[in-house]
């Protein structure tokens, strides 16, 4: 056997490995995407977004398949448990690096031993949002009214321990407000109860207020990014609104089973880097106020360590820790009190 030959032989022989063959055909067949979520949030709109267009590059439909609770531990439990063949896949948010340190060595997986990472997929700035009756037009006044009405006051997130609720303590802890969080399962239905008036303020992601600030429905008071956003240019950071060193983000990514080949872990990853590059969704994304990130597993591998890291201080620091066994969420009232009060100068 000459040289040449022998290197065929060799190829011929990687080309039969399992991996590289599922990655050489994948997908033959429609792929499930869990989102750990309620319908209607921001994750499940950038989940949505990315499917469709999966599905048109792969010709297989993409199934989105909402299952919420457990602070996003059900639905990444069931990608965790399946099959590491590719066609179960997670789209994943904060939480799953705010569990980390938010549990302490009681989650039924572990985040960075049983699922492998393929892609960043987006970031998302979270938007301080009440309701627009509220007589607070700025973080300052608002700041003023929380202290006015001490525990009196609410504030909601779409999962108790998420990216929402954690940068709700960062806000109490840096206001030195005492504004009593209430868990719900997914952003939407916080989103109705801050329409309704039962909530004084939420941490929203762009993609699921913008059209409410819009309307005029909701007013926005701040961004927790680091600079403004660019879908709300006229709304300040909260650093710029005096609580300096403020940041936080929602975001979203895509992971699948540890196990899965790397072969077809790459694969995913080149295919999904196409769908978020296209001109539909890079447009889609911008209207709904979200940055497009991409890359590769080992930049979304390096991301969650330094993510999980930092809110595990948080966490710590706020005195949240978790259990398996959630409580009920907190009663909120029928509606906050719309009395008159002047708001204090500070």
């Known amino acids: 056997m000459n040289a040449s030959t022998h290197v065929l032989a060799i190829l011929a022989a990687a080309a039969m490995a399992p991996g590289i063959a599922t990655a050489q055909n994948y997908p033959t067949k429609s792929v499930t995407t869990i989102v750990p979520f309620a319908p209607g949030g921001s994750t499940d709109i950038i989940?949505?977004?990315?499917?469709?267009?999966?599905?048109?590059?792969?010709?297989?439909?993409?199934?989105?398949d909402n299952r919420a609770g457990g602070n996003t531990i059900i639905g990444t439990e069931m990608v965790v448990k399946a099959a590491p063949d590719g066609y179960t896949l997670l789209n994943a948010a904060a939480p799953l690096s705010t569990n980390?340190?938010?549990?302490?060595?009681?989650?039924?997986?572990?985040?960075?031993?049983d699922l492998a990472p393929i892609m960043f997929?987006?970031?998302?700035?979270l938007v301080f949002t009440v309701n627009a009756s509220l007589p607070a037009k700025s973080i300052k006044e608002f700041?003023?009214?929380?202290?006015?009405?001490?525990?009196?006051?609410?504030?909601?997130?779409?999962?108790?321990?998420?990216?929402?609720?954690?940068?709700?303590?960062?806000?109490?802890?840096?206001?030195?407000?005492?504004?009593?969080?209430v868990p719900y399962k997914g952003n939407a239905p916080a989103l109705t109860d801050l329409l309704g008036g039962r909530l004084d303020f939420v941490f929203n992601g762009?993609?699921?207020?913008?059209?409410?600030?819009?309307s005029g429905k909701l007013r926005g008071l701040a961004v927790?990014?680091?600079?403004?956003?660019?879908?709300?240019?006229?709304?300040?950071?909260?650093?710029?609104s005096g609580l300096k060193?403020?940041?936080?983000?929602?975001?979203?990514?895509?992971?699948?089973?540890?196990?899965?080949?790397?072969?077809?872990?790459?694969?995913?990853?080149?295919?999904?880097?196409?769908?978020?590059?296209?001109?539909?969704?890079?447009?889609?994304?911008?209207?709904?106020?979200?940055?497009?990130?991409?890359?590769?597993?080992?930049?979304?591998?390096?991301?969650?360590?330094?993510?999980?890291?930092?809110?595990?201080?948080?966490?710590?620091?706020?005195?949240t820790q978790l259990s398996r066994a959630h409580p009920q969420p907190t009663p909120v009232p029928t509606q906050y009190d719309h009395s008159p009060l002047v708001i204090p100068s500070s």
Do not use: C
């Not at 997929?121 to 700035?125: C, E, L, Q, S």
């Not at 990014?225 to 879908?231: D, E, F, G, M």
């Not at 899965?260 to 447009?283: G, R, W, Y």
């Open 245 to 319: 060193g403020f940041q936080s983000f929602g975001w979203n990514a895509m992971l699948a089973p540890a196990k899965t080949p790397s072969a077809l872990i790459a694969k995913i990853n080149a295919d999904t880097n196409k769908a978020l590059n296209s001109p539909e969704v890079q447009q889609r994304l911008k209207n709904d106020g979200s940055e497009a990130v991409g890359g590769t597993p080992e930049a979304l591998t390096a991301f969650l360590k330094e993510d999980s890291a930092k809110w595990a201080k948080v966490a710590k620091a706020a005195n």
């Open 47 to 64: 989940a949505r977004t990315m499917a469709q267009k999966l599905g048109e590059i792969w010709g297989h439909t993409v199934i989105v």
């Open 224 to 240: 927790s990014s680091p600079k403004r956003a660019s879908s709300l240019p006229d709304v300040p950071t909260l650093d710029e």
């Open 100 to 113: 980390v340190g938010l549990y302490a060595g009681r989650l039924p997986y572990d985040v960075f031993r």
């Open 121 to 125: 997929i987006n970031t998302t700035p």
């Open 206 to 214: 762009t993609t699921s207020v913008l059209s409410q600030l819009q």
């Open 143 to 181: 700041v003023a009214l929380a202290k006015a009405r001490p525990g009196k006051m609410f504030f909601g997130s779409s999962s108790a321990g998420g990216i929402n609720h954690l940068s709700g303590e960062l806000f109490n802890m840096l206001a030195g407000t005492n504004i009593t969080h």
